[in-house]
């Protein structure tokens, strides 16, 4: 089941899920205090976080840019990896229990 903030845009959500789906086999939002979601692909799980604000300060059309252009080549380029994105930064680290 996905789950995601009642202020957050639904539409923001299902863009980011369908253009993870392009790119992974598996994946899962599991949101909280911000976006997060799950991706597995050949076997390895990675973490994709997204700070409230930024989904909130974003139209579809600049986080679809986002997405493509930067996120998702970061998130593939570090399997294994948590990729957060912050309102002036994408930074990569270990992954975080949930």
């Known amino acids: 089941m996905d789950y995601h903030s009642s202020s957050t845009d639904p539409r923001k959500i299902q863009l980011i899920t369908d253009l993870l789906r392009t790119r992974f086999a598996n994946v899962v939002n599991h949101g909280a205090f911000s976006e997060e979601f799950v991706v597995r692909h050949d076997g390895v799980s990675s973490q994709l976080g997204f700070a409230l604000e930024v989904l909130d300060e974003r139209s579809l059309e600049d986080l679809k840019r986002s997405?493509?252009?930067?996120?998702?080549?970061?998130?593939l380029e570090n399997p294994g990896k948590r990729v957060s994105v912050f309102t002036t930064e994408v930074d990569v680290g270990p992954t975080i229990a949930f």
């Open 67 to 75: 997405m493509v252009g930067v996120i998702l080549p970061i998130l």
